[in-house]
T-cell receptor, first 118, second 113 residues
Framework: AQKITQTQPGMFVQEKEAVTLDCTYD???????LFWYKQPSSGEMIFLIY????DQQNATEGRYSLNFQKARKSANLVISASQLGDSAMYFC???????????????WGLGTSLAVNP | DAGVTQSPTHLIKTRGQQVTLRCSPK?????VSWYQQALGQGPQFIFQ???????QRGNFPDRFSGHQFPNYSSELNVNALLLGDSALYLC????????????FGNGTRLTVT
């Protein structure tokens, strides 16, 4: 069954340090995509980074990088040089059948609450 | 370039009432999806609209229905409201390819009393 697991309900990090948020997934579909979103207290879901199952390299977007380990079915988010504005909920999500083009359903984890300390 | 806009931002309804939530997609996007996010949970997929038709549906009862208009905007309707329908309702829009990310609005916070 399709599933996303985020085992860290809450994380703390000092400003300017790096932090890793864990995400494991379960799917039998060989074609899938993994997404990370940030949700501040305002409620909006902000897209951070995407990794496709066939991508050869780990995705990077500015201070965000995705540590993709396909055999372990993990897709951890690494935030470098944390800033106070990074304090938010972080969600890992998966979409199957990405090559089919019609699937828009994302399966979400429960999220990790990140607090950046000054 | 406007992003996804949702209205209203907050809504309070009584059990048994009906509610309509509205969403305008990001410019250039033709697909709209709706998600329900209960407090402390990840979002749950309700349904997706493309070319004015419901293309996919999650595990939600028929009380949840929707519509997409020719300008790609969308409505989510919920009939016979239950206390358990209290949640943040998120609208997302996207392009047609499978690996394009969903772009979300700020959501509508629905409280059912």
């Amino acid at each position: 069954a399709q599933k996303i697991t985020q085992t860290q309900p809450g994380m703390f990090v000092q400003e300017k340090e790096a932090v890793t948020l864990d995400c494991t997934y379960d799917t039998s579909d060989p074609s899938y995509g993994l997404f990370w979103y940030k949700q501040p207290s305002s409620g909006e879901m902000i897209f951070l980074i995407y990794q496709g199952s066939y991508d050869q390299q780990n995705a990077t977007e500015g201070r965000y990088s995705l540590n993709f380990q396909k055999a372990r079915k993990s897709a951890n988010l690494v935030i470098s040089a944390s800033q106070l504005g990074d304090s938010a909920m972080y969600f890992c999500a998966m979409r199957e059948a990405v090559n089919a083009g019609n699937n828009r359903k994302l399966i979400w984890g429960l999220g990790t609450s990140l607090a950046v300390n000054p | 370039d406007a992003g996804v806009t949702q209205s209203p931002t907050h809504l309070i309804k009584t059990r048994g009432q009906q509610v309509t939530l509205r969403c305008s997609p990001k410019s250039g996007h033709d697909t709209v999806s709706w998600y329900q996010q209960a407090l402390g949970q990840g979002p749950q997929f309700i349904f997706q609209y493309y070319e004015e038709e419901e293309r996919q549906r999650g595990n939600f009862p028929d009380r949840f229905s929707g519509h997409q208009f020719p300008n790609y905007s969308s409505e989510l309707n919920v009939n016979a409201l239950l206390l358990g329908d209290s949640a943040l309702y998120l609208c997302a829009s996207s392009l047609g390819d499978g690996n394009s990310p969903l772009h979300f609005g700020n959501g509508t916070r629905l409280t059912v009393t």
